[in-house]
Nanobody, 120 residues
């Protein structure tokens, strides 16, 4: 069974930084993607950043140049470094792992989420 545990959330002033961590245990396929999503009150969950097994990254336009996603293969951990935070970054941040089983079959796993609050 795959488990994801996020940490590092908290309260920070606008312009500050936070680093989120997601520790992953269980079976991780060689063909996989790790990602961070967020959900603000009253809004849909949205993808923030993703990184593939080959370290190809993708970012939402709203965070480009401010957030950086990375992964530590040895520790099986994915990070999200968030700089120049804005009040609109306030949300619950979720870690996600996608195991690509076949071209047609993918399995998604989610963490429990960590709250990030940015004060103005």
């Amino acid at each position: 069974q795959v488990q994801l545990v996020e940490s590092g959330g908290g309260l920070v002033q606008a312009g500050g930084s936070l680093r989120l961590s997601c520790a992953i245990s269980g079976t991780i396929f060689s063909n996989n993607t790790m990602a961070w999503y967020r959900q603000a009150p009253g809004k849909q969950r949205e993808m923030v950043a993703s990184i593939t097994g080959r370290s190809s990254t993708n970012y939402a336009d709203s965070v480009k140049g401010r957030f950086t996603i990375s992964r530590d293969i040895a520790e099986i951990t994915v990070y999200l470094q968030m700089n120049s935070l804005k009040p609109e970054d306030t949300a619950v941040y979720y870690c996600m792992l996608t195991n690509v089983v076949t071209a047609r079959v993918r399995k998604d796993y989610w963490g429990q989420g960590t709250q990030v609050t940015v004060s103005s």
